[in-house]
């Protein structure tokens, strides 16, 4: 088992886990909406697969919010 922070929570994990096994264990609605940093360096989507976690990393998710002014 390991620890790992996720959005500033900590996590015990079962390694190997990789970022995408992560954005579904945290059941992320619209992934395609997101982006990742893992230790603050973000994550191309096409390198989630292969992304392995480790003890102590910080993943964090971004979202990505729509909004504007009503004028």
């Known amino acids: 088992m390991a620890?790992?922070?996720v959005n500033g929570e900590k996590r015990?994990?079962?390694l190997p886990q990789?970022?995408?096994d992560?954005?579904?264990k945290e059941n992320i609605q619209?992934?395609?909406m997101v982006s990742?940093?893992?230790n603050e360096t973000f994550v191309e989507k096409e390198d989630w697969a292969s992304s392995q976690l480790q003890e102590?990393?910080?993943l964090d998710f971004l979202f990505f919010m729509g909004g504007g002014s009503m004028k």
């Open 3 to 5: 620890s790992i922070f």
């Open 12 to 14: 015990v994990v079962a």
């Open 18 to 20: 990789s970022v995408e």
């Open 22 to 24: 992560i954005i579904k």
């Open 30 to 32: 619209q992934p395609e």
């Open 36 to 38: 990742v940093q893992l």
């Open 56 to 58: 102590g990393d910080r």
